[in-house]
Every structure is written in structure tokens, then in C-alpha cells.
């Protein structure tokens, strides 16, 4: 299927979204502008696609990205395409999204919800292979301990992202996805 793409700016930074007809593929926040014109081969960074003639739900998706880096919770309003994945990746994804804004769990209780119990270190590699962070809030997942573990984007990415979950100010020079 043919990937589309639409990158903009918000407070965070830039962010990028690709989809398919069948749904979102990809995501990620805090580029700067050297990453966002690497992204799409440009000399200058602008505003890259036009969404206004796109399914209803990719601009839903935008305007659900700009709502989450100030603070406001909601449910991603987009399909999502993970096609491309395992079936287990994309247990652990669908997994994933049920944890509640602001919430927590453990890499083993998100085994169990994905259906094995055995797996917490598999559903880790899942969660670091996630193409659609803050989607698939990853973030959310702590060790056992409840010590943060890791994140595919680093831990102070996952710690401002927790931060602003629970009202608190994200302070954007933070929340550098490093996912390309």
C-alpha cells in the first residue's frame, strides 16, 4: 500500500505522520528542523503534504496530536495499519493501548493482557519496536519495580511524557523522539 505523509509543527516540535488507506503507520514528535527536512529530502522545512482532501481521520489525527503535547487526554480517533508486524507486536500494541492516560503498568502485566504471562522481556522488544509512540503508549510501561526500564527514545523522553500525563508541565526541549 502507498505510505503518505504530513509533517507540521506544534509546540513539541516537529512531528510527522504516515499512513495508509488502511491507517496510521507511523508517528513521531520532537524532530528539529534538520530532522524534519531530513524526513522528506527537503532544502527547507514547511508544512509537507496536503491532508484536506485525506480520509476525515488523518486530520482527526493531527488535531489528537497537537491536543496531546498540551496536556489534553483523548482516544487516537485514527485507524491504525500494523500490517507490517508480527501478530504478537501487534498483541502487545493493542495491549498497550488499553492502559489508561496518566496510568501505569508492568512490562508482566502487559504480558498477561497480550495473553502470555512468561513474556515480559519479549513485550519489551515489542514496545521498542513501536512505530507509533505516544499512540501505542509504551511510555507506560514500567518494570516490575516500577522503575521506568527502557524507552525506545530515551528516559527522559519517557519521564517528560509521564510528567505530562499527570498535569504536569512537559518541558519540550525533552521530547526528542528518536525513532526515524
Same mark, same amino acid.
Given at each position: #500500500?502507498k505510505?503518505?505523509?504530513?509533517?507540521?509543527?506544534?509546540?513539541?516540535?516537529?512531528?510527522?505522520?504516515?499512513?495508509?488507506?488502511?491507517?496510521v503507520?507511523?508517528?513521531?514528535?520532537?524532530?528539529t528542523?534538520? @530532522?524534519?527536512?531530513?524526513?522528506?529530502?527537503? =532544502?527547507?522545512?514547511?508544512? =509537507?503534504?496536503?491532508i484536506s482532501k @485525506?480520509?476525515?481521520?488523518v486530520? +482527526?489525527?493531527? @488535531?489528537?496530536a497537537?491536543?496531546?503535547?498540551? /496536556?489534553?487526554r483523548a482516544?487516537?480517533?485514527?485507524p491504525?495499519?500494523f500490517s507490517e508486524?508480527?501478530e504478537?507486536?501487534?498483541?502487545?500494541w493493542?495491549?498497550a #493501548?488499553k492502559?489508561?492516560?496518566?496510568k501505569?503498568?508492568s512490562?508482566?502485566?502487559?504480558?498477561?493482557a497480550?495473553?502470555d504471562?512468561k513474556?515480559?522481556?519479549?513485550?519489551?522488544?515489542?514496545?521498542g519496536?513501536?512505530?507509533?509512540?505516544v499512540?501505542?503508549?509504551?511510555?507506560?510501561?514500567?518494570? +516490575?519495580?516500577g522503575s $521506568?526500564?527502557?524507552? +525506545? +527514545?530515551g528516559? @527522559?523522553?519517557?519521564k517528560? $511524557?509521564?510528567?505530562?500525563?499527570?498535569?504536569?508541565?512537559a518541558?519540550? /526541549?525533552?521530547?526528542?523522539?528518536?525513532?526515524?
Amino acid at each position: #500500500m502507498k505510505k503518505k505523509r504530513y509533517i507540521w509543527k506544534n509546540e513539541s516540535g516537529w512531528l510527522l505522520l504516515e499512513w495508509t488507506e488502511a491507517g496510521v503507520t507511523r508517528f513521531i514528535f520532537g524532530l528539529t528542523e534538520k @530532522e524534519a527536512r531530513r524526513q522528506n529530502g527537503l =532544502v527547507t522545512v514547511q508544512i =509537507v503534504g496536503d491532508i484536506s482532501k @485525506e480520509p476525515k481521520w488523518v486530520k +482527526s489525527a493531527v @488535531e489528537w496530536a497537537n491536543g496531546y503535547f498540551e /496536556g489534553k487526554r483523548a482516544e487516537f480517533p485514527a485507524p491504525l495499519d500494523f500490517s507490517e508486524a508480527t501478530e504478537f507486536r501487534r498483541g502487545v500494541w493493542k495491549a498497550a #493501548m488499553k492502559i489508561k492516560y496518566g496510568k501505569t503498568r508492568s512490562y508482566g502485566e502487559l504480558a498477561k493482557a497480550a495473553g502470555d504471562a512468561k513474556a515480559a522481556r519479549a513485550v519489551g522488544n515489542a514496545l521498542g519496536a513501536n512505530p507509533v509512540l505516544v499512540i501505542v503508549p509504551c511510555h507506560r510501561v514500567l518494570k +516490575s519495580d516500577g522503575s $521506568l526500564g527502557g524507552f +525506545s +527514545s530515551g528516559l @527522559e523522553v519517557k519521564k517528560a $511524557l509521564l510528567s505530562l500525563e499527570k498535569g504536569g508541565k512537559a518541558d519540550y /526541549g525533552r521530547l526528542k523522539c528518536r525513532q526515524s
